[in-house]
């Protein structure tokens, strides 16, 4: 769900979501227990910009460098010393079965999630019923209403998968929604932090992400989101 855009096309509907995959990144590196411990100027490998100007922000004193490829290329430059770390979702590398190459993992808090991930969604079209009664049975409800409320907090902001912005909404131990959101400038040098609390119900839920993304859009100001567009 974290590829798919905001505006899905003129008849289609994500009526349902599996359930969520662990949420969190892994590092990944032959030299170091965890970011923290990277000598400074050490390269970390990521395409990601919501990771790579998390990881500037809390350790400027690390480089970063666009990294492509899978998950297998990706490891086997990280062999042949291309890079020091790398960061990949957990997710992806549960579901490949290939947790063995983890080095960490890291917590919500070091590294903001990107918007829905770890989550799978079945998309269908607005007028198959028989289709809908179908997957309807495969929805997971609690992670349907996160993904939602993620996505209002990135359709607020009008991002993309190019933007640096981090989300993340779960059901605390009182039952209610709790989500945190951010968005950075691609260097590290500023990151802006909001988190909202309230019923885990669809409206409340989706009106608490909007308003945290108005929040951080103000708290910005127009010319932010001009200089992301620059460096893309």
Do not use: W
């Not at 009526?15 to 590196?29: G, K, Q, Y």
């Not at 970011?35 to 400027?60: K, T």
């Not at 979702?89 to 890291?106: C, P, Q, S, Y």
């Not at 409800?141 to 939602?148: G, H, I, K, P, Q």
């Amino acid at each position: 769900m974290k590829d798919v855009p905001t505006y899905l096309p003129n008849g289609t509907i994500l009526p349902c979501n599996l359930p969520r995959e662990d949420v969190r990144d892994a590092f990944i590196s032959l030299s170091a227990a965890s970011l923290g411990e990277l000598p400074a100027g050490s390269v970390v490998g990521s395409a990601s910009l919501r990771r790579q100007s998390q990881i500037l922000y809390r350790y400027p004193s690390l480089k970063v460098e666009n990294f492509r490829g899978n998950v297998q290329t990706r490891l086997k430059k990280l062999s042949e010393g291309k890079v020091q770390a790398t960061l990949l979702a957990l997710a992806g590398l549960k579901r490949l079965n290939m947790t063995n190459n983890v080095t960490a993992i890291l917590s919500i808090e070091e590294m903001l999630p990107a918007i829905a991930q770890g989550a799978i969604g079945i998309a269908c079209r607005t007028n198959d019923d028989k289709m809908a009664n179908y997957i309807a049975s495969l929805n997971h409800e609690e992670t349907r209403l996160a993904v939602t409320c993620e996505r209002a907090f990135l359709e607020t902001l009008d991002g993309s998968c190019r933007t640096p912005i981090a989300g993340y909404a779960y059901r605390d131990e009182d039952g209610n929604c709790v989500f945190r959101g951010l968005v950075a400038s691609p260097d590290g040098t500023q990151v802006l932090e909001t988190s909202r609390k309230g019923p885990y119900v669809l409206e409340d839920m989706v009106l608490l992400a909007k308003d945290a993304g108005e929040e951080l859009r103000k708290r910005a100001g127009p010319g932010f989101f001009d200089f992301i567009k620059t460096l893309k």
